[in-house]
């Protein structure tokens, strides 16, 4: 039978959270603790009564190399790892004056925190990098059958009860928390990793990790019979100011919808519904901006997303509010803005700063695979353009192309997006054909949007002059794509004898 009573402690943590409520514990039951310099400061001065024997001493070996060594010994290990049901360990044990450790209570260096900070050396990071604390712990998480592993503060207090009330712990509790243990030091490791790797643009590396932090538990997934979670990855700053739980989709929309809004300098709105851009619109008055935005499709902007790249407005928030919204995400917002749409109670709010540490890699997953690619941060300027028509476009129109190909960067593929005056004026989403998009965006357009400065912006080639007829039937006189099919001559052909402008891009844009 496994010995429920507890002897022993070591305790060595980084992170002293909670330390009161365990230095209590510890002197309530006689517990000898084994500890390191820190840490046995710490609880002498929470509570002078605990009986603390430095490692140092127990091991009869000093701390060396500036501290990188001072756990690192088999007095301790063999301590933590001896089965007690196993004969030899107990005997190997006794012949190295080692002694049981029931309960090991450690956790690690600040290295997230460390290496998140830019003024931070590399040599700074890599002595935040910690060898003996994640030893400690996978080597008592192992030994789960054994040893009590604590290495989070938060599981100080639910492990106390539980085991004040029985003077012992049950087999479960002791599996959930070397469970938890492992967790820890697998997200540990993937950090460093990660961290290492951080200046590595080849991912074809064999093998590889990624460190994922729970945020919450979301109210569901993409259906209310799906379960759901939010994890960080990434350097995200956002925070919640107003309304409901966000859910696995109102995630997915916005940060679709921002990351199109800081594609922009001058002042964008951008309307997302269903992870799809359905308005978006550039003016140097922000309310102007969601006005022109919306006008691109006010039946698809019910229920959806809105973004700012700008602090939001009294006088855009009035508007907002004449419509149901699910989110408003902005940098900031005015103290009225905010008064104003926190009116509504189910209405989300959403703080970000704009992130300058992105992460440079795209996750995807299908049933049986991950799959990674990097971002596409590709942006197309005036410099990129190849002219391809005698028809050559205006100033004015080449921004609306600019505009208009940024956008469709952000529409599902195969993406067909009309812009006139940087604003959009049709949207064609998701289709397994070009023509069907191209005849969606066409059909969305208002008829008064059917002048003669109008672009069309296409993420793929044109295989076929048909669209290139199609904008000759609707008015539009300019197009921009990436260029590349084998019958780019025969398109080029059909605008010259149509008097329309083709632009080539050299850079496609699908997004499926």
Same mark, same amino acid.
């Given at each position: 039978?496994?010995?429920?009573i ?6 060595s ?12 514990f ?27 024997t ?9 701390e060396i ?11 301790i ?9 196993n ?16 309960? $090991? ?16 050396s ?21 030994n789960?059958?054994n040893?009590?592993?604590l290495?989070d ?28 243990a ?7 490791e993937?950090?460093i ?7 590595? $643009?080849?991912?074809?590396q ?34 919640q ?5 966000l859910?696995?989709n ?24 269903h ?6 619109a ?20 019910f ?29 900031n ?11 509504r109670?189910?209405l ?29 941060v ?53 289709q397994t ?8 965006a066409i059909n ?7 002048e ?25 006189k300019?197009?921009?794509?990436p260029g590349?099919?084998?019958n ?23 997004k499926h």
């Amino acid at each position: 039978m496994i010995n429920k009573i507890i002897k022993k402690a070591l305790v060595s943590v980084s992170d002293k959270s909670n330390l009161k409520i365990l230095a209590d514990f510890l002197y309530r039951n006689q517990i000898e603790v084994l500890s390191t310099g820190g840490t046995s400061k710490e609880l002498k001065k929470l509570n002078p009564e605990i009986k603390i024997t430095q490692i140092s001493k127990y091991t009869g070996s000093k701390e060396i190399l500036d501290g990188r060594v001072k756990t690192l010994h088999p007095k301790i290990h063999a301590g933590i790892l001896a089965d007690r049901q196993n004969k030899q360990h107990m005997l190997e044990l006794k012949k190295n004056t080692a002694m049981p450790i029931d309960l $090991v209570v450690v956790n690690l260096y600040p290295f997230e925190k460390t290496s998140s900070n830019k003024k931070n050396s590399e040599k700074i990071c890599i002595e935040n990098i910690d060898i003996g604390g994640p030893t400690m712990i996978r080597a008592a998480a192992k030994n789960f059958k054994n040893v009590i592993i604590l290495s989070d503060p938060d599981s100080y207090l639910p492990f106390i009860q539980e085991f004040e009330k029985k003077m012992s712990v049950s087999d479960a509790t002791r599996k959930n928390l070397a469970i938890k243990a492992f967790e820890i030091t697998s997200y540990y490791e993937s950090l460093i990793s990660n961290w290492f790797n951080r200046d590595n $643009v080849d991912l074809c590396q064999k093998k590889s990790s990624i460190p994922l932090k729970k945020i919450s538990k979301l109210r569901y997934g993409e259906n209310p019979h799906q379960s759901g979670s939010l994890y960080s990855y990434g350097d995200h700053k956002l925070k919640q100011i107003n309304g409901k739980d966000l859910s696995f989709n109102n995630i997915y929309d916005l940060e679709s919808a921002v990351s199109l809004a800081n594609e922009f300098t001058d002042n964008s709105c951008v309307i997302v519904k269903h992870g799809n851009p359905c308005g978006v619109a550039l003016n140097k008055v922000q309310h102007i901006a969601y006005e022109k935005a919306l006008e691109c499709d006010e039946v698809s902007a019910f229920g959806g997303v809105v973004a700012f790249n700008s602090k939001v407005t009294e006088k855009t928030a009035k508007m907002i509010s004449k419509i149901f919204t699910e989110v408003v995400i902005a940098p900031n917002f005015e103290v009225k803005a905010k008064d104003l749409l926190s009116q509504r109670k189910n209405l989300i709010i959403i703080g970000y700063k704009k992130s300058k540490n992105s992460t440079k890699f795209n996750i995807k997953s299908t049933e049986n695979f991950i799959l990674i690619q990097e971002r596409n941060v590709k942006v197309v300027k005036q410099k990129d353009l190849e002219f391809k028509t005698k028809e050559i476009p205006n100033k004015k129109s080449i921004k609306d192309m600019l505009f208009a190909y940024t956008v469709s960067k952000y529409v599902n593929s195969n993406a067909i997006v009309l812009a006139s005056g940087l604003k959009t004026v049709g949207i064609g989403i998701g289709q397994t054909n070009r023509v069907d998009s191209t005849k969606l965006a066409i059909n969305k357009a208002n008829k008064k949007y059917k002048e003669s400065d109008t672009v069309l912006a296409s993420d793929g080639f044109f295989p076929f002059p048909d669209i290139v007829k199609l904008c000759s039937k609707n008015n539009i006189k300019y197009i921009i794509q990436p260029g590349g099919s084998i019958n780019d001559k025969s398109v080029i052909k059909a605008a010259d004898k149509l008097n329309i402008s083709i632009v080539f891009t050299k850079i496609r844009h699908f997004k499926h």
